[in-house]
């Protein structure tokens, strides 16, 4: 069964600092994955999509990258600011095409 | 505007009352999903369709149903069985098992 896990839990930065979370899956047949970010009481914010055949994506300050033989994804936040605080979701898509969810990474970026 | 939008966004139920949450897009997506979230817990699968008039049962199904009627909407009820109801509920849509999935702003569910 497919087991999803974020490391840190939560994560507290200074205003400018470059991060990473982490994102490590136990089955490397994934056909993609998904990072999203999630403000409080709110729905999920498609941040990047990697498909099994990429090795990363990049949207402006966020850069994704994929390393399906080791079971790990990277998301790299450059330059952060206080409005990068969210709750951070890595997820893998299923058989079925449902996606199995990481219980995700809290991150507040001081000004 | 295209998107998913998820109705009410609380919903306040009494102990051994059916409810039904609202999920309704605009993309023109077949797939969609339903996800339930807990504290401290990921989210977790309920139902999934793929196909008008289709679905399937996720991980935690029990004490829930659903339809799929037509391609834009796909209600969610959750029944007097399921024994702990209180929960942020998410719905989800893509164009296909695969693709990016796009979500609604979520309905929170409260037992009174």
């Known amino acids: 069964k497919q087991e999803v896990t974020q490391i840190p839990a939560a994560l507290s930065v200074p205003e400018g600092e470059n991060l990473v979370l982490n994102c490590s899956f136990t089955?490397?047949?994934?056909?993609?994955l998904q990072w999203f970010r999630q403000d409080p009481g709110k729905g999920l914010t498609s941040l990047l999509l990697i498909q099994s055949s990429q090795r990363e994506q990049t949207s402006g300050r966020l850069n994704a990258s994929l390393d399906k033989s080791s079971g790990r994804s990277t998301l790299y936040i450059a330059a952060s600011q206080p409005g990068d605080s969210a709750t951070y979701l890595c997820?893998?898509?299923?058989?079925?095409?449902?996606?199995?969810f990481g219980k995700g990474t809290k991150l507040s970026v001081k000004p | 505007d295209g998107g998913i939008t998820q109705s009410p966004k609380y919903l306040f139920r009494k102990e051994g009352q059916n409810v039904t949450l609202s999920c309704e897009q605009n993309l023109n997506h077949d797939a969609m999903y339903w996800y339930r979230q807990d504290p401290g817990q990921g989210l977790r699968l309920i139902y999934y369709?793929?196909?008008?008039?289709?679905?399937q049962k996720g991980d935690i199904a029990e004490g829930y149903s659903v339809s799929r009627e037509k391609k834009e909407s796909f209600p969610l009820t959750v029944t007097s069985a399921q024994k702990n109801p209180t929960a942020f509920y998410l719905c989800?849509?893509?164009?296909?098992?695969?693709?990016?999935?796009?979500f609604g702003q979520g309905t929170r569910l409260t037992v009174v």
């Open positions: 369709s793929q196909i008008v008039n289709d679905f």
């Open positions: 989800a849509s893509s164009v296909q098992g695969g693709a990016e999935a796009f």
């Open positions: 997820a893998v898509e299923g058989s079925q095409g449902n996606l199995i």
């Open positions: 089955d490397s047949a994934i056909y993609n």
